[in-house]
């Protein structure tokens, strides 16, 4: 069974940064593709952001181009979602996804899902 555990989240005030991390524990593959994803209450969960395997494709939602960054280190088993210029509407609970099979935007395409970080933004 794969594993992943999201830290990071917390309180910020608008504008502010935080840097989000997903760590993947039991069996793990350097092949997966890893995406972020956020739940705000009464919506849907929606696609944030995604990268491949290599590190070298990235695909994000237009509503946070050119704010947050996805990285991730295959070594330590982890993934990164950098958030910068934070904005009230980005309040959420932020999940991280596994896909064994190709980079994906859609939330039926992922298999391994962890418990979710909270992030609130304040005004």
């Known amino acids: 069974q794969v594993q992943l555990v999201e830290s990071g989240g917390g309180l910020v005030q608008a504008g502010g940064s935080l840097r989000l991390s997903c760590a993947a524990s039991g069996r793990t593959f350097s092949s997966y593709a890893m995406g972020w994803f956020r739940q705000a209450p009464g919506k849907e969960r929606e696609f944030v952001a995604a990268i491949s395997w290599s590190g070298y494709g990235t695909y994000y939602a237009d509503s946070v181009k050119g704010r947050f960054t996805i990285s991730r280190d295959n070594a330590k088993n982890t993934v990164y979602l950098q958030m910068n210029s934070l904005k009230p509407e980005d309040t959420a609970v932020y999940y991280c996804?596994?896909?064994?099979?190709?980079?994906?935007?859609?939330?039926?395409?992922?298999?391994?899902w962890g418990q979710g970080t909270q992030v609130t933004v304040s005004s």
């Open positions: 996804a596994a896909d064994p099979t190709t980079i994906a935007t859609e939330v039926t395409e992922y298999d391994y």
